[in-house]
C-alpha cells in the first residue's frame, strides 16, 4: 500500500463508521471492500462490495467496529481519501473526497484520476 508510517491510508468519518458496521451486521460480512473499475463518462468508477474475508493483498482499515477493505489495484488511486456517509432527502450514500481526482462526470458516480503525483510536471513512467 502507498501509505505513511502510522497514518491510515484512508479515513472513515463518524457516519460512514456506523453504517460500514451497520452493512457488516446485517450481511454478517467480515467487511466492505472498495475498489475501482473502468466505466463512466469520466473513466473509472468506485466499486463496493461486502465480502466474508479479506484477500491476502487487501489493505485492511479497521476503525470503531467499522472494517473497510482496498482492493490492490485500487490502492494508490484512493489514498488520502476521505470516506463518508451522506443522508438526504432526495438520496443517501457513501462520498468519496479524494485527492487524487482529476475530474468527475456531473451525476457523481465516475472519476478520473491525476496521472501525476510528482512536483516536476512529468507524467510517471509505466
Known amino acids: 500500500m502507498f501509505s505513511i508510517p502510522g497514518q491510515a491510508p484512508v479515513t472513515i468519518t463518524p457516519a460512514a463508521e456506523r453504517q460500514i458496521a451497520r452493512l457488516m451486521a446485517g450481511k454478517d460480512a467480515y467487511g ?14 468506485y466499486t463496493m462490495d ?4 479479506a484477500e491476502k493483498s487487501d489493505e485492511v482499515i479497521e476503525q470503531n467496529g467499522a472494517r473497510v477493505l482496498i482492493a490492490p489495484t485500487a490502492q494508490m488511486f484512493l489514498f488520502g481519501t476521505e470516506i463518508d456517509y451522506e ?3 432526495l438520496e443517501s450514500g457513501f462520498k468519496f ?12 458516480e465516475s472519476v478520473s484520476f491525476k496521472l501525476d503525483h510528482s512536483d516536476t510536471g512529468t507524467a510517471p513512467q509505466a
Open 32 to 45: 466492505l471492500k472498495i475498489g475501482l473499475k473502468k466505466g463512466g463518462c469520466a473513466g473509472m468508477e
Open 87 to 89: 443522508t438526504g432527502l
Open 97 to 108: 473526497r479524494n485527492p487524487n481526482v482529476a475530474d468527475a462526470c456531473g451525476c457523481g
Open 50 to 53: 461486502m465480502v466474508a474475508e
